[in-house]
Nanobody
Framework: VQLQASGGGLVQAGGSLRLSCAASGNIVGIAYMGWYRQAPGKQRELVATITSGGSTNYADSVKGRFTISRDNAKKMVYLQMNSLKPEDTAVYYC????????WGQGTLVTVSS
C-alpha cells in the first residue's frame, strides 16, 4: 500500500484547508485510514480515522471543525479542516491499516494568527 498526501499550505486562523490522501497498490482489505499530525517538538497524535464501513473517530481537539471522508472508487481519503487555529500547525500524515500500518509522507499545514 502506498499513500500520497497533499493539500497542505499556509492559511490564516479561521480559514480552511482540505487535505487529500491517495492510496495505491493492493488496497483490498484496508481496515481503516486516518490522519495524524506532528507539531514541532511534539509527538505524533491522532487527528481522525475512518473505517472501511465509514465509521469515524476524531480527536477532541478537532471535533466539530474537521471532517474525514473517503471515496472508495477514487481510492482517496480527505480531511476537511475548518476554523483552523494556530495550534493546528503541524505536519499531517495519512495512514492505513492492513495487517500493518502504512504511512504516507507528510504535508505541512501552517496556520498563522
Amino acid at each position: 500500500v502506498q499513500l500520497q498526501a497533499s493539500g497542505g499550505g499556509l492559511v490564516q486562523a479561521g480559514g480552511s484547508l482540505r487535505l487529500s490522501c491517495a492510496a495505491s497498490g493492493n488496497i483490498v482489505g484496508i481496515a481503516y485510514m486516518g490522519w495524524y499530525r506532528q507539531a514541532p517538538g511534539k509527538q505524533r497524535e491522532l487527528v481522525a480515522t475512518i473505517t472501511s464501513g465509514g465509521s469515524t473517530n476524531y480527536a477532541d481537539s478537532v471535533k466539530g471543525r474537521f471532517t474525514i471522508s473517503r471515496d472508495n472508487a477514487k481510492k482517496m481519503v480527505y480531511l476537511q479542516m475548518n476554523s483552523l487555529k494556530p495550534e493546528d500547525t503541524a505536519v499531517y500524515y495519512c495512514n492505513a491499516l492492513k495487517f500493518v500500518v502504512y504511512w504516507g509522507q507528510g504535508t505541512l499545514v501552517t496556520v498563522s494568527s
